[in-house]
């Protein structure tokens, strides 16, 4: 079965670190594209981060620039978001989501998220 | 605020048609980057639901279309059913943000 599950949310302090994982399963993770989107409560969907299946691309949106880091270990088959300088309005739900160019790169997978909540 | 506009909410009786609209700008959906489409239900992960403006991936029913024209796009659903009361929302790419960027959703009821 194709999946993606994520891990690593909780409760943090503000200006306070945590490291989201994200295991892929039942597909070649190492072909494909990986996302990461957060939900705040009562809000949209919003892009947080891609990186290219061998880490040749990352790419942020401004509002975690300089904060965040993607990276991924296709042996693992694993993507990481790691998160320093939290701030209250980065409590979201974090999913992450594989790009597929087969369905003109949509994210055709996702997982169920894992909730992060930066609060003191 | 998001980069795509999208009314926050739409209703339709049981067997009716809906469309959510998707405005954009000139670096996204106007720059012909595909207009993707996803339904979300709380506590769920979101589903692809229409792909490269108008394609429908495997086991969505054909209720659900897709059209993009100029800096816009849509997404209709005929013949509304209860199952279809979900969050909707749009995605495309910003070449000026080199990243993709979603629409504020729409909150679909059926009445």
């Known amino acids: 079965e194709v999946q993606l599950v994520e891990s690593g949310g909780g409760l943090v302090k503000p200006g306070g670190s945590l490291r989201l994982s994200c295991a892929a399963s039942g597909f070649m993770f190492s072909s494909f594209s990986m996302n990461w989107v957060r939900q705040a409560p009562g809000k949209g969907l919003e892009w947080v981060s891609s990186?290219?299946?061998?880490?040749?691309?990352?790419y942020y949106a401004d509002s975690v620039k300089g904060r965040f880091t993607i990276s991924r270990d296709n042996a693992k088959n694993s993507l990481y978001l790691q998160m320093n300088s939290l701030r209250a309005e980065d409590t979201a739900v974090y999913y992450c989501?594989?790009?597929?160019?087969?369905?003109?790169?949509?994210?055709?997978?996702w997982g169920l998220g894992t909730m992060v909540t930066v609060s003191s | 605020q998001s980069v795509l506009t999208q009314p926050p909410s739409v209703s339709g009786a049981p067997g009716q048609r809906v469309t959510i609209s998707c405005t954009g700008s000139s670096s996204d959906i106007g720059a012909g980057y595909d207009v993707h489409w996803y339904q979300h239900l709380p506590g769920t992960a979101p589903k692809l639901l229409i792909y490269g403006n108008n394609n429908r991936p495997s086991g969505v029913p054909n209720r659900f279309s897709g059209s993009r024209s100029g800096t816009s796009a849509s997404l209709a659903i005929t013949g509304l059913q209860a199952e279809d009361e979900a969050d909707y929302y749009c995605?495309?790419?910003?070449?000026?943000?080199?990243?993709?960027?979603f629409g504020g959703g729409t909150k679909l009821t059926v009445l």
């Open positions: 995605q495309s790419y910003d070449s000026s943000l080199s990243g993709s960027v």
């Open positions: 989501a594989r790009d597929d160019p087969n369905v003109g790169y949509g994210f055709d997978i």
């Open positions: 990186i290219s299946s061998t880490t040749t691309y990352i």
